[in-house]
T-cell receptor, first 109, second 114 residues
Protein backbone atom coordinates (compact mmCIF):
# COMPACT_ATOMS: atom_id res chain seq x y z
CA UNK A 1 0.00 0.00 0.00
CA UNK A 2 1.35 3.43 -0.93
CA UNK A 3 2.01 5.86 1.89
CA UNK A 4 0.02 8.52 0.02
CA UNK A 5 -3.16 7.52 -1.79
CA UNK A 6 -5.31 9.71 -3.99
CA UNK A 7 -8.83 9.27 -5.25
CA UNK A 8 -10.21 9.25 -7.78
CA UNK A 9 -7.45 8.42 -10.26
CA UNK A 10 -9.44 9.94 -13.10
CA UNK A 11 -12.24 12.46 -12.98
CA UNK A 12 -14.26 13.95 -15.82
CA UNK A 13 -16.76 16.71 -15.18
CA UNK A 14 -18.68 19.44 -16.93
CA UNK A 15 -17.68 23.07 -16.78
CA UNK A 16 -19.08 24.74 -13.69
CA UNK A 17 -19.18 21.65 -11.51
CA UNK A 18 -17.72 21.54 -8.00
CA UNK A 19 -14.68 19.23 -7.92
CA UNK A 20 -13.23 17.32 -4.98
CA UNK A 21 -9.99 15.34 -5.05
CA UNK A 22 -9.04 13.34 -1.98
CA UNK A 23 -5.68 12.41 -0.47
CA UNK A 24 -5.08 10.01 2.40
CA UNK A 25 -1.73 9.26 3.99
CA UNK A 26 -0.59 6.58 6.38
CA UNK A 27 2.49 8.19 7.95
CA UNK A 28 2.98 11.10 10.30
CA UNK A 29 3.56 14.22 8.28
CA UNK A 30 4.78 17.73 8.91
CA UNK A 31 3.18 19.28 5.83
CA UNK A 32 1.30 18.38 2.69
CA UNK A 33 1.65 19.78 -0.84
CA UNK A 34 -0.91 19.96 -3.60
CA UNK A 35 0.72 20.21 -7.02
CA UNK A 36 -0.73 20.78 -10.47
CA UNK A 37 0.81 19.35 -13.62
CA UNK A 38 -0.47 20.72 -16.89
CA UNK A 39 -0.65 18.72 -20.12
CA UNK A 40 2.57 20.41 -21.22
CA UNK A 41 4.32 18.79 -18.25
CA UNK A 42 5.15 21.76 -16.01
CA UNK A 43 4.57 21.30 -12.27
CA UNK A 44 3.23 24.12 -10.13
CA UNK A 45 2.85 24.10 -6.38
CA UNK A 46 -0.70 25.10 -5.48
CA UNK A 47 -0.74 24.82 -1.70
CA UNK A 48 1.36 23.72 1.18
CA UNK A 49 -0.53 23.20 4.42
CA UNK A 50 -0.04 21.60 7.79
CA UNK A 51 -3.43 22.37 9.34
CA UNK A 52 -6.85 23.82 8.58
CA UNK A 53 -7.71 25.28 5.24
CA UNK A 54 -6.21 27.48 2.54
CA UNK A 55 -7.94 29.25 -0.33
CA UNK A 56 -6.59 30.74 -3.53
CA UNK A 57 -9.11 31.94 -6.05
CA UNK A 58 -11.40 29.03 -6.94
CA UNK A 59 -9.13 26.50 -5.25
CA UNK A 60 -9.54 25.40 -1.64
CA UNK A 61 -7.36 22.89 0.22
CA UNK A 62 -8.22 21.37 3.57
CA UNK A 63 -6.40 18.99 5.85
CA UNK A 64 -7.54 16.92 8.83
CA UNK A 65 -4.45 15.80 10.72
CA UNK A 66 -6.33 13.41 13.02
CA UNK A 67 -7.96 11.60 10.11
CA UNK A 68 -4.80 11.82 7.94
CA UNK A 69 -6.79 13.19 5.07
CA UNK A 70 -6.66 16.20 2.77
CA UNK A 71 -8.99 17.43 0.05
CA UNK A 72 -8.56 19.78 -2.87
CA UNK A 73 -11.72 21.50 -4.05
CA UNK A 74 -12.28 23.49 -7.24
CA UNK A 75 -15.35 25.69 -7.42
CA UNK A 76 -16.93 26.70 -10.74
CA UNK A 77 -14.58 24.42 -12.66
CA UNK A 78 -13.31 25.49 -16.07
CA UNK A 79 -11.68 23.58 -18.94
CA UNK A 80 -8.37 25.30 -18.12
CA UNK A 81 -8.43 23.43 -14.77
CA UNK A 82 -7.84 20.21 -16.73
CA UNK A 83 -4.56 18.84 -15.40
CA UNK A 84 -3.09 16.16 -13.17
CA UNK A 85 -3.32 17.05 -9.49
CA UNK A 86 -0.73 15.48 -7.22
CA UNK A 87 -0.75 15.23 -3.45
CA UNK A 88 2.67 14.99 -1.77
CA UNK A 89 3.53 14.68 1.91
CA UNK A 90 6.56 15.59 3.95
CA UNK A 91 7.16 12.78 6.41
CA UNK A 92 7.74 14.05 9.95
CA UNK A 93 11.42 14.65 10.54
CA UNK A 94 12.25 14.40 6.85
CA UNK A 95 12.78 17.00 4.17
CA UNK A 96 11.66 14.86 1.27
CA UNK A 97 8.26 14.47 -0.35
CA UNK A 98 6.31 11.24 -0.79
CA UNK A 99 3.97 11.49 -3.77
CA UNK A 100 0.51 10.20 -4.49
CA UNK A 101 -0.14 8.72 -7.90
CA UNK A 102 -2.01 11.78 -9.15
CA UNK A 103 -5.60 12.49 -10.23
CA UNK A 104 -6.21 13.26 -13.88
CA UNK A 105 -8.96 15.89 -14.09
CA UNK A 106 -10.75 16.69 -17.34
CA UNK A 107 -13.29 19.50 -17.46
CA UNK A 108 -15.46 19.49 -20.56
CA UNK A 109 -17.01 22.72 -21.87
CA UNK B 1 13.59 35.77 -11.05
CA UNK B 2 13.60 33.33 -13.98
CA UNK B 3 12.60 30.38 -11.83
CA UNK B 4 14.37 27.03 -11.82
CA UNK B 5 16.21 26.49 -15.09
CA UNK B 6 16.90 23.08 -16.54
CA UNK B 7 18.82 22.05 -19.61
CA UNK B 8 18.49 20.46 -22.00
CA UNK B 9 14.69 20.34 -22.29
CA UNK B 10 14.84 17.24 -24.44
CA UNK B 11 17.59 14.67 -24.80
CA UNK B 12 17.65 11.67 -27.07
CA UNK B 13 20.60 9.34 -26.77
CA UNK B 14 21.61 5.79 -27.44
CA UNK B 15 22.01 3.10 -24.86
CA UNK B 16 25.45 3.15 -23.29
CA UNK B 17 26.05 6.87 -23.75
CA UNK B 18 26.67 9.27 -20.89
CA UNK B 19 23.90 11.77 -20.19
CA UNK B 20 24.28 14.95 -18.13
CA UNK B 21 21.27 16.96 -17.00
CA UNK B 22 21.72 20.45 -15.60
CA UNK B 23 19.83 22.59 -13.13
CA UNK B 24 20.09 26.16 -11.90
CA UNK B 25 18.00 26.72 -8.76
CA UNK B 26 16.31 29.97 -7.79
CA UNK B 27 18.82 32.33 -6.23
CA UNK B 28 18.73 32.18 -2.43
CA UNK B 29 17.18 28.71 -2.31
CA UNK B 30 19.28 26.41 -0.17
CA UNK B 31 17.51 23.15 -0.99
CA UNK B 32 17.71 21.45 -4.37
CA UNK B 33 15.84 18.30 -5.33
CA UNK B 34 16.11 15.94 -8.32
CA UNK B 35 12.99 13.96 -9.27
CA UNK B 36 12.16 11.42 -11.94
CA UNK B 37 8.70 10.93 -13.40
CA UNK B 38 7.56 7.88 -15.34
CA UNK B 39 4.15 6.59 -16.30
CA UNK B 40 4.60 3.47 -14.22
CA UNK B 41 6.03 4.96 -11.02
CA UNK B 42 4.89 8.58 -11.07
CA UNK B 43 7.13 11.15 -9.38
CA UNK B 44 10.04 9.85 -7.33
CA UNK B 45 12.70 11.72 -5.40
CA UNK B 46 16.19 10.75 -6.50
CA UNK B 47 18.40 12.95 -4.31
CA UNK B 48 18.35 16.28 -2.52
CA UNK B 49 20.97 18.78 -1.42
CA UNK B 50 21.09 21.34 1.36
CA UNK B 51 23.70 24.08 1.01
CA UNK B 52 25.36 22.09 -1.80
CA UNK B 53 25.73 18.98 0.37
CA UNK B 54 23.90 15.78 -0.60
CA UNK B 55 21.56 14.91 2.27
CA UNK B 56 19.61 11.90 1.03
CA UNK B 57 20.47 9.90 -2.08
CA UNK B 58 18.45 6.83 -1.17
CA UNK B 59 16.27 7.33 -4.23
CA UNK B 60 19.15 7.10 -6.70
CA UNK B 61 18.37 3.88 -8.57
CA UNK B 62 21.88 2.52 -8.95
CA UNK B 63 25.53 3.38 -9.31
CA UNK B 64 25.01 4.51 -12.88
CA UNK B 65 23.39 7.65 -11.46
CA UNK B 66 25.39 10.40 -9.80
CA UNK B 67 24.58 13.98 -8.82
CA UNK B 68 26.75 16.91 -7.86
CA UNK B 69 26.24 20.45 -6.69
CA UNK B 70 29.58 22.25 -7.00
CA UNK B 71 28.09 25.60 -5.98
CA UNK B 72 24.83 27.19 -4.90
CA UNK B 73 23.72 27.99 -8.43
CA UNK B 74 24.38 24.76 -10.31
CA UNK B 75 23.70 21.05 -10.08
CA UNK B 76 24.14 18.12 -12.44
CA UNK B 77 22.58 14.68 -12.66
CA UNK B 78 24.65 12.22 -14.65
CA UNK B 79 23.74 8.80 -15.97
CA UNK B 80 26.61 6.64 -17.19
CA UNK B 81 26.01 4.36 -19.00
CA UNK B 82 22.42 5.14 -19.92
CA UNK B 83 19.81 2.41 -20.48
CA UNK B 84 16.38 2.48 -22.15
CA UNK B 85 14.67 2.10 -18.74
CA UNK B 86 16.15 5.46 -17.75
CA UNK B 87 13.78 7.15 -20.20
CA UNK B 88 11.69 9.56 -18.13
CA UNK B 89 11.15 13.21 -17.37
CA UNK B 90 13.67 14.50 -14.85
CA UNK B 91 12.64 17.49 -12.75
CA UNK B 92 14.76 19.73 -10.61
CA UNK B 93 13.14 21.75 -7.81
CA UNK B 94 14.40 24.20 -5.22
CA UNK B 95 13.05 25.67 -2.01
CA UNK B 96 13.93 28.31 0.55
CA UNK B 97 16.04 27.50 3.60
CA UNK B 98 13.10 25.93 5.41
CA UNK B 99 13.13 22.73 3.43
CA UNK B 100 9.52 21.80 4.09
CA UNK B 101 8.25 24.85 2.30
CA UNK B 102 6.91 25.31 -1.20
CA UNK B 103 9.09 23.70 -3.82
CA UNK B 104 9.52 25.41 -7.17
CA UNK B 105 9.88 23.03 -10.07
CA UNK B 106 11.85 23.47 -13.24
CA UNK B 107 10.29 22.65 -16.62
CA UNK B 108 11.88 19.20 -16.69
CA UNK B 109 14.17 17.35 -19.08
CA UNK B 110 12.55 14.66 -21.19
CA UNK B 111 15.14 11.91 -21.65
CA UNK B 112 14.75 9.20 -24.24
CA UNK B 113 17.32 6.42 -24.35
CA UNK B 114 17.10 4.32 -27.49
Amino acid sequence: KNEVEQSPQNLTAQEGEFITINCSYSVGISALHWLQQHPGGGIVSLFMLSSGKKKHGRLIATINIQEKHSSLHITASHPRDSAVYICAAYRQGAQKLVFGQGTRLTINP
Amino acid sequence: DAGVIQSPRHEVTEMGQEVTLRCKPISGHDYLFWYRQTMMRGLELLIYFNNNVPIDDSGMPEDRFSAKMPNASFSTLKIQPSEPRDSAVYFCASSIPLGTDTQYFGPGTRLTVL
